[in-house]
């Protein structure tokens, strides 16, 4: 498995006909524009739920440390009057409070990822097994403290992150509708699409990602399965000349909400 920029390869989706060749590229056009304000739009938000988290443990570690210095200061003195009992017995109900708040936040965060799972590809899920594993079955009966607990919620989005800033190529077992199972190298473009393309070379598929379960990987023919050949050659090595290779790549169009221009 070996990923590589994103700008590594390239593709165009070509295939129109000279009467139709204006508002064809027109519509190409429009929805190169949207796909790339989608994946900017994704990137952005996974990178602020990930400088969100990473915000929200460094605050209230250093919250929890100040406390905890009160505390110590409070309970070392050998002389504690009424008022700073008082003083104490808030300072650790504030930290159990904070303590508490992010417990439940990161329940929370901790079923949604593995809820996900089964969505992600199988070469990030591969990555991720170890870390999925660190999650914990009953959230209200873990040993793991809380620091750890958003420290591994923490390595899978990033990870997931970079996952999706990639091409990644990876030698995999594709079964067949038919239940045989055959070799197969995959190319994969960020959590966007795939190409896959059988060892010897008389199988290929497409691949994209599904809202609740595994990617679904549809056959290629003609054309479009030996363009696919010639991709995935390409980027596994096989195939030392970098080139342009057309591809029609079905691109989806939001539905615009009502009063959207």
Same mark, same amino acid.
């Given at each position: ?89 808030? /300072? @650790?109900?504030? &930290?159990?409070?904070?303590?508490? %708040?992010?417990?439940? =936040?990161? !329940?929370?965060?901790? $079923? #949604? ?16 097994? /170890? @870390?999925?594993? &660190?999650?914990?079955?009953?959230? %209200?009966?873990?040993? =793991?403290? !809380?620091?750890?607990? $958003? #420290? ?110």
């Amino acid at each position: 498995m070996k990923p590589f920029s994103i700008l590594a390869l390239w593709f165009a989706v070509v295939g129109v006909s000279a009467a139709d060749q204006l508002s064809q590229t027109r519509q190409l056009i429009d929805r190169w524009v949207e796909t790339e304000r989608l994946i900017a739009q994704e990137k952005v938000e996974a990178e602020q739920d990930i400088a969100m988290l990473q915000s929200t443990r460094d605050l209230l570690q250093q919250r929890i440390e100040a406390v905890r210095a009160e505390i110590d200061h409070l309970e070392s003195a050998q002389d504690v009057s009424g008022e700073q009992r008082v003083e104490l017995r808030e /300072a @650790q109900a504030q &930290q159990q409070e904070m303590s508490d %708040a992010l417990v439940e =936040a990161l !329940a929370s965060y901790e $079923l #949604q990822l593995k809820n996900r799972y089964s969505a992600l590809p199988s070469p990030l899920q591969e990555r991720l097994r /170890a @870390q999925f594993r &660190q999650l914990p079955n009953d959230p %209200a009966h873990t040993r =793991a403290t !809380a620091g750890e607990r $958003l #420290q591994t919620v923490l390595s899978i989005l990033e990870e997931v992150a970079r996952f999706n800033e990639t091409i990644t190529v990876a030698h995999e077992i594709r079964t067949r509708s038919d239940g045989t199972r055959i070799q197969a190298d995959t190319v994969y473009w960020g959590l966007a699409f795939a190409l896959s393309a059988s060892v010897a070379n008389d199988e290929a598929y497409l691949g994209r990602p599904q809202a609740n379960g595994p990617w679904q990987f549809e056959p290629l023919e003609g054309r479009a399965a030996a363009h696919a050949f010639e991709l995935v050659r390409m980027a596994d090595g096989s195939n030392g000349d970098v080139h342009y290779v057309s591809f029609p790549v079905p691109v989806p169009i939001p539905e615009k909400s009502e009063g959207q221009p």
